[in-house]
């Protein structure tokens, strides 16, 4: 990595399946990196590359300009970003921190504040477009914060994504998230019934794919997880596990404000079911198997 000396030390924590591609990104932009995660195995093709690894993100904080993370849970993140050993009370003044894990808007709120009474910048910016998206830096991120702090790191949130949205203050790139995830939800529901009742019909599914696939049906979640669905094929992009989270947060934020939704309910309660019986870590296109996948007159 040839760094320019002016540009800025970007710390990255979370190097999972979006993280690690998202790094990836800022790191071919030529931004000096600096990384930690839970697991340094996850780290060592970025160490390799000529990132510099952090055995803490206290140590990491101390040096970066700009930290993003992307970890696993609401919990997750407050562990990361509060404490004696958090990101907030390491980091350095004027530093901006860039949470984009799918996390919890009053979180989000709550770090903003948290951050402002130290003189730091913080932005809630999670993510939507999948490890396709993350790979080829064409994620859709959702920003919440000030402009003025987003203004700073935009050109690093464009490394990885190629449509940066500030929807409002603080935790509104959380509500937007979750808009996204609700949205996901039925419409998984909707994939996955039809393809199994064109299986049940009778029909090769993937020629069924070829017409409604370019027809009013059309869109990101048929065309990329239907063929998946069809040839039986649930390795994670975004794993179900991690879904679940997302929809229980989104849940408890509409029951907060009295709303009903009862597509999300039914996603949910599938989406459940097929942790209990091992689907866990597969994809969300194993929502299929949720349905009488590939049943046929004479064993109904």
Same mark, same amino acid.
């Not at 996850?42 to 993370?69: C, F, M, N, R």
């Not at 914060?145 to 790139?173: D, F, K, W, Y």
């Given at each position: 990595?040839?760094?320019?000396?002016?540009? %800025?030390?970007?710390?990255?924590?979370?190097?999972?399946?979006? #993280?690690?591609?998202?790094?990836?990104?800022?790191?071919?932009?030529?931004?000096?990196?600096?990384?930690?995660?839970?697991?340094?195995?996850?780290?060592?093709?970025?160490?390799?590359?000529?990132?510099?690894?952090?055995?803490?993100?206290?140590?990491?904080?101390?040096? %970066?300009?700009?930290?993003?993370?992307?970890?696993?849970?609401?919990?997750?993140?407050?562990?990361?970003?509060?404490?004696?050993?958090?990101?907030?009370?390491?980091?350095?003044?004027?530093?901006?921190?860039?949470?984009?894990?799918?996390?919890?808007?009053?979180?989000?709120?709550?770090?903003?504040?948290?951050? =402002?009474?130290?003189?730091?910048?913080?932005?809630?910016?999670?993510?939507?477009?999948?490890?396709?998206?993350?790979?080829?830096?064409?994620?859709?991120?959702?920003?919440?914060?000030?402009?003025?702090? @987003?203004?700073?790191?935009?050109?690093?949130?464009?490394?990885?994504?190629?449509?940066?949205?500030?929807?409002?203050?603080?935790?509104? #790139?959380?509500?937007?998230?979750?808009?996204? =995830?609700?949205?996901?939800?039925?419409?998984?529901?909707?994939?996955?019934?039809?393809?199994?009742?064109?299986?049940?019909?009778?029909?090769?599914?993937?020629?069924?794919?070829?017409?409604?696939?370019?027809?009013?049906?059309?869109?990101?979640?048929?065309?990329?997880?239907?063929?998946?669905?069809?040839?039986?094929?649930?390795?994670?992009?975004?794993?179900?596990?991690?879904?679940?989270?997302?929809?229980? @947060?989104?849940?408890?934020?509409?029951?907060?404000?009295?709303?009903?939704?009862?597509?999300?309910?039914?996603?949910?309660?599938?989406?459940?079911?097929?942790?209990?019986?091992?689907?866990?870590?597969?994809?969300?296109?194993?929502?299929?198997?949720?349905? %009488?996948? #590939?049943?046929?007159?004479?064993?109904?």
């Amino acid at each position: 990595m040839n760094h320019s000396e002016n540009k %800025a030390k970007v710390g990255f924590i979370g190097l999972g399946i979006m #993280g690690g591609a998202m790094a990836t990104r800022v790191a071919a932009a030529d931004y000096p990196l600096h990384v930690y995660n839970r697991s340094r195995a996850k780290a060592q093709s970025l160490v390799d590359a000529g990132a510099t690894w952090h055995d803490t993100p206290a140590s990491l904080a101390a040096v %970066a300009d700009v930290i993003i993370s992307i970890v696993g849970t609401p919990t997750d993140v407050r562990d990361l970003y509060l404490g004696n050993a958090g990101l907030l009370a390491n980091a350095r003044p004027a530093a901006v921190l860039i949470d984009m894990t799918t996390s919890s808007p009053a979180l989000a709120q709550q770090l903003a504040r948290d951050a =402002q009474a130290r003189s730091i910048d913080m932005l809630d910016a999670p993510v939507s477009g999948g490890e396709i998206g993350a790979r080829e830096g064409r994620l859709s991120i959702m920003v919440g914060g000030s402009a003025e702090a @987003l203004a700073r790191v935009e050109a690093i949130l464009h490394c990885m994504g190629t449509n940066v949205v500030l929807q409002g203050g603080p935790g509104a #790139g959380q509500h937007t998230k979750l808009c996204n =995830q609700i949205v996901i939800a039925s419409t998984m529901l909707g994939v996955a019934e039809g393809l199994s009742y064109a299986r049940n019909a009778g029909l090769d599914v993937q020629t069924v794919l070829s017409s409604i696939g370019s027809g009013a049906a059309s869109g990101f979640l048929l065309n990329n997880l239907g063929p998946k669905m069809a040839n039986g094929d649930f390795a994670p992009g975004f794993m179900i596990e991690h879904f679940v989270k997302d929809m229980a @947060l989104a849940y408890e934020e509409a029951l907060a404000m009295g709303h009903e939704l009862p597509g999300l309910q039914l996603a949910q309660r599938l989406y459940q079911q097929l942790v209990e019986t091992g689907f866990a870590r597969a994809g969300t296109q194993a929502l299929v198997n949720a349905y %009488a996948w #590939g049943k046929t007159d004479e064993n109904h």
